[in-house]
């Protein structure tokens, strides 16, 4: 186990390279006098000034010179001050929404935890459970329905989806809401009254300071991404489930289960499932991983404030710098969470760490 | 599974039925026995037969698109406009300025004098039918060259890990693999936007976008399918009578190994369709008013308020947008099933 754990953990400075070497040769495709223009609030307007910029900054330096000054920053012979670096937390300025990315990410990430959080149980349980159903009616009713819906969920846009909710459960009656918090919300907590913000993720401080009015809104503004991820992610996991049950179904330790006289409940529940669920198991971890590098389509549709939201609304301004801060912040994080799914799932399935 | 447990009987007809008098066409012939099961795997289900039939739709009204919707003014990808009134129409509103011509089928069809917004219009009063129709044009003009090039990359990278193995191998599985880490949606965003000041608004920065970062897959596929025939005996009669590396490669091992992938890439159109609408949804790639479903749909996020009085900006577009994917869904299911070994006999 311990083997594996390192094997996995030498893996990290390699992903971690080759992710910010692909980020970097994105910006690197703009020129050098584009590229000054990202970093200088006013840009000069003759030749020369920007010429000089270029020097100053290093622009036209070959690649892995200014790779590495992208990645450490520049240190001030004198001061000893550490300008730029993202592995520093240093992700440049956004011009757009005139604050440090870093600030961005900070402001923005706890929303896409938040909403990870109420998302993850849904989205899990009810895929799965649908899955298991559908392998053990094998080709009735159920199954052929559990088909259909797999067909159609993965065929089902995301925003088509998510402006046909806010079509029949906002813009009609107003149940639920999209966007973060309701404006009362957010004077509470911008005011002094007491509302202490300890984890910074809305639902769970609504829930530490026992304030279940400011709880309950916050679940009415994540209800409809909830639904909306939940139901694609569906789709996927009916899928899997399905035909992973099935070949296990076809095992002959569950031909053993069933001939010793076991009830057909405990031999799905005991001896079939868990051994199905090993696919699964892969599966949940990408889809909380993707849930965790923010969710740009729903995020957008339903105006919810994460990280996700935060690159698409970048991105259609064409801010690069931001873009590319919050590339690398999802980058790390995917990094960092796949590592801790790949050594759960070792634990999981021993074949896993002894290959 | 009652036909399969059928006893073979005196008259041996469960024998005959497997010898080589069965007629064998020259499809069958062409493509060989395995590819040819595929095919008509294809053709078995109702599900993959509902699915060619949308897909078949769709080709035909990309085809007829200008006699559909007849184009105004000289470039028929940007959809026409009744004015610029901020608020959409519903379908069925009267056409005031820059009326088009008037379709063929539209007088016949429904007796009116006048050509209306069939499906009404969307803010900046851009014709939603006009962009739905000329819309398909732009889906499989996408989703047909973003399919192809991912495939060649695909072919091209899998295919010499595959042959090669050793270091090349793992050098181009472990790129792969970074590649696979990215968010995809997020990263073809990104890199759309980081194109798009470049090359300029287009479909050009969304497509090499989502070419970067969709080649994944396929180079898996293809270094599996390729390392299942490397070892088989032709490939070593190949080797022992001298032919070059490149050659057996491409002349012998990859017309054997690739026609599976090949079918279940040309359905992956779908997905290709879905995600460029996704992209342009979110603001990325054409300019505003080109004929693209995402961009008919995108307009739809400045009314999220009042979508129930303005229902028709998303229910169409959406509804099209829907079924085109679904088309190459469903025989993309079944194209599942026919390759899948564990189905076989089965459903």
Do not use: C
């Not at chain 1, 590229?35 to 270029?54: C, H, M, T, W």
């Not at chain 2, 088989?232 to 017309?255: C, E, M, Q, T, Y």
Request: charged share 15%; hydrophobic share 50%.
């Amino acid at each position: 186990m311990t083997n594996y754990i390192i094997r996995r953990l030498l893996l990290v400075p390699v992903l971690l390279i080759g992710i910010t070497l692909i980020i970097f040769g994105m910006l690197q495709l703009l020129g050098p006098v584009e590229r000054s223009a990202l970093y200088v609030v006013d840009f000069p307007r003759n030749d020369k000034q920007i010429e000089g910029l270029i020097r100053k900054y290093g622009l036209d330096d070959p690649f892995f010179v200014q790779y590495w000054r992208w990645l450490a920053g520049v240190e001030d012979p004198v001061t000893g001050e550490r300008d730029g670096g993202i592995l520093f937390g240093d992700f440049g300025y956004s011009r757009t929404a005139s604050q440090d990315v870093i600030d961005i990410i900070k402001s923005r990430f706890p929303n896409t935890l938040d909403l990870a959080l109420w998302t993850i149980y849904p989205m899990l349980s009810v895929g799965i459970w649908m899955g298991v159903k559908a392998a053990v009616n094998q080709n009735n009713i159920i199954d052929q329905a559990a088909r259909i819906y797999s067909i159609i969920g993965t065929s089902f846009p995301t925003f088509v989806f998510g402006l046909l909710l806010l079509m029949l459960l906002y813009a009609n009656n107003q149940w639920f809401l999209p966007g973060k918090m309701s404006p009362w919300v957010d004077q509470l907590i911008r005011s002094d009254e007491g509302f202490r913000q300890i984890t910074h993720l809305l639902s769970i401080d609504a829930l530490l300071n026992l304030r279940f009015d400011v709880f309950w809104d916050a679940l009415r503004h994540m209800i409809m991404p909830i639904i909306t991820l939940s139901y694609i992610s569906w789709a996927t996991f009916v899928r899997v489930t399905r035909s992973s049950m099935l070949e296990t179904l076809r095992m002959d330790y569950v031909t053993t289960a069933r001939s010793k006289g076991l009830k057909e409940r405990d031999v799905i529940n005991k001896h079939a499932r868990p051994n199905a669920m090993l696919p699964v198991v892969t599966m949940m971890g990408s889809s909380i991983v993707g849930l965790l590098g923010g969710v740009v389509i729903t995020e957008t549709v339903f105006n919810y404030p994460g990280i996700g939201k935060a690159a698409a609304d970048a991105a259609a301004q064409l801010d690069v710098v931001t873009i590319l801060g919050l590339a690398i912040f999802t980058g790390f994080i995917l990094i960092l969470s796949n590592l801790v799914v790949d050594i759960l799932y070792a634990f999981i399935d021993p074949r896993v760490r002894l290959s | 599974m009652t036909e399969m447990t059928t006893i073979p009987t005196g008259d041996n007809q469960l024998l005959n039925e497997t010898q080589s008098d069965r007629k064998i066409g020259w499809l069958e012939r062409f493509l060989g026995p395995d590819n040819y099961r595929i095919v008509t795997g294809l053709f078995k289900t109702p599900a993959s037969i509902i699915g060619f039939i949308l897909i078949f739709i769709f080709i035909l009204i990309a085809i007829f698109a200008p006699m559909i919707a007849p184009p105004v003014g000289n470039d028929p990808m940007k959809i026409p406009r009744d004015g610029f009134s901020g608020e959409p129409q519903p379908p069925g509103s009267p056409w005031d300025k820059n009326v088009p011509e008037m379709p063929f089928w539209y007088k016949p069809l429904t007796g009116n004098e006048q050509w209306v917004h069939l499906l009404g219009t969307a803010q900046g009063q851009y014709d939603i039918f006009y962009g739905i129709i000329w819309g398909t044009r732009t889906a499989f003009q996408t989703g047909i060259i973003v399919v192809i090039t991912t495939v060649v990359i695909g072919v091209i990278l899998g295919s010499t890990a595959a042959y090669y193995g050793g270091w090349v191998d793992n050098l181009i599985m472990r790129i792969t693999d970074i590649f696979m880490t990215l968010p995809y949606i997020m990263m073809a965003l990104i890199f759309s936007s980081v194109l798009t000041p470049i090359l300029g608004r287009s479909l050009l920065p969304p497509m090499i976008a989502m070419i970067t970062f969709s080649w994944m897959g396929y180079a898996r596929i293809i270094r599996s399918d390729i390392l299942s025939i490397k070892e088989r005996d032709f490939v070593l009669a190949a080797k022992a009578s001298g032919v070059k590396n490149g050659r057996i490669l491409f002349k012998h091992i990859l017309p054997n190994a690739i026609f599976p992938t090949l079918v279940l890439a040309s359905l992956g159109i779908g997905d290709v369709v879905l995600g460029f609408a996704a992209l342009s949804f979110l603001g990325i790639g054409t300019e505003i008013g080109y004929a693209d479903w995402g961009q008919v749909l995108s307009f739809a996020r400045n009314w999220i308020t009042s979508l129930n009085r303005y229902w028709y900006i998303v229910v169409y577009p959406g509804l099209t947008l829907t079924l085109f994917v679904m088309g190459w869904n469903l025989v993309g299911d079944a194209m599942r099933d026919v390759l899948d070994p564990r189905m076989r006999g089965k459903s």
